[in-house]
């Protein structure tokens, strides 16, 4: 890969303003998931690490709640004018470590330019006083130090959409990314340091081996006031479990397993190029990605039928090749999870329409050391299925029939989590009967436009809480303190 500024590819972790390597000295290897080999490494960090860390984000946090809301916005926009200047370099390095394409790059700077701007309106309130003597103002403060922790599926994206109202609200941050995927954080590190973000005010801890204690120390040293974390539940919970014990302010985006129902009105075409964008937008590796697809008996046949005739024209293989629509998935184990599920369903009943282990057998990603998945289509999902009751992660549609709209809801909320459905209906009643009915904090309607810089993103039961992005976004990174201010009575 030759990179336009061989600078922003960076090997050492980012602490206090300064590239450094583990107290250790220890390392850990980073695989391009479309060969399978090392592309890199970078420190593998240990708890002392991360203390540093944090220290030197208390420093940062000084200095930075006492810019005015002006020079923060300034320096926000201006770390997002850097990062379009170096599009291409951002890209290159996150499709090297990730497998996936420039979008990922304009979604990510997208919030910061939007908390940059919601840097001018963190406003307060003047409360009508029921009181002759006294006065109520409530005025919204920066948390303080902020630990956010992120996943390997969107490595830009879940670090601005978290950092971008931290920073934005007087907070300083230690950013811990998924190990699969730490150049792009770094990547956005040294572009931050050149947009004049003071030292300490942005840190990244990279580290693998030793994720557990370096997770837990971030959930409970006492520096730390908040902790943001995107990935699976059993993390999360886990995260919310440690952070109790410092009473931290908690936002957890976690898994989801999103029903996308089709009913008999719908519009085909308009279904099935939704069900295929939200599916396959990085290789099925995301958390609002439909995982059970409900379609009403009228159209059934006819629907499955034109899915299947759309997905053979999916073209696999590397995010380099701009013609290429699914990339490889992220390690050898992502792509075992998804072959599980396609062998319980199977062992259950259900129909392969699209077998994408023998396409793999075919192709050219065979040999290629790479973690592919050819995209799979099934029929007759069983209800007991594990798709039906896990995210699957990975490119692989199961379709189960439905009759009835009550029928729908209840099998969409048979669920443990909660994050984003999806409803194809031209009936304008239904569209509101439905989507009030279900339980997730997204509902797309017609759509799969859920998640942008101006839309609040989150979910409820087990998929978490808080909301990412929009104007609500900012909410989780700050306290309100009332100021009630007695008055001298009334000279007469
Ligand atoms: N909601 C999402 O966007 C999302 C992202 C990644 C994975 N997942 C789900 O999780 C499944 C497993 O993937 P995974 O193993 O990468 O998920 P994971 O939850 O283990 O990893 C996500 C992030 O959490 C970190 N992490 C892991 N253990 C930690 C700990 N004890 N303390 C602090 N941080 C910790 C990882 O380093 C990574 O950065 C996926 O198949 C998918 O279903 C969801
Ligand atoms: O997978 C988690 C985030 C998904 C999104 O922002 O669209």
Known sequence: ?????????????????????AKSNETLH?????????IGTVPDMDVDDVKDAVEAAHRGYDVWKTKTCQERHDILLKWYRLMIEHEEDLAAIMTLENGKAVDEIRYGRSFIQWFAEEARRIYGDVIPSPLHNNRFLVVRQPVGVCSILTPWNFPSAMITRKAGPALAVGCSVVIKPAAETPFSALALCELANRAGIPKGVINVVTTDKHVKEVGYEMCTNPIVRKVSFTGSTAVGKLIMKQCASGMKKVSLELGGNAPFIVFDDADVDTAVQGLLGAKLKGSGQVCIAPNRIYVQEGIHDA????????MKKLRIGSGFDEKVTTGPLISERAREKVNKHVEDAV??????????????????QKESGGYFFHPTLLTDLHDEALISSEETFGPLLAVRKFTSEQEVVELANRTEYGLAAYVYTRDVSRVFHVSEALESGMVGVNS????????????????????EGSKYGVEDYVNKKLISIGLQPKQV
Do not use: C, H, N, Y
Not at 1 to 21: E, N, P, T, Y
Not at 30 to 38: E, L, Y
Not at 347 to 364: F, P, Q
């Open 448 to 467: 799969i436009t859920l998640g942008i810089d101006a839309t609040p993103f989150g979910g409820v039961k087990e998929s978490g809480m808080g909301r």
């Open 347 to 364: 062992a259950r009943g259900a129909r392969v329409l699209l077998d994408g282990r023998k396409e793999l057998e075919k192709s050219e």
């Open 303 to 310: 629907f499955t039928a034109q899915l299947a005739e759309r």
């Open 1 to 21: 890969m030759q990179l336009k500024d061989a600078s922003l590819f960076r090997s050492s972790a980012f602490i206090d303003g300064g590239w450094v390597d």
């Open 30 to 38: 980073v695989v391009d998931p479309s060969t399978g080999k090392s």
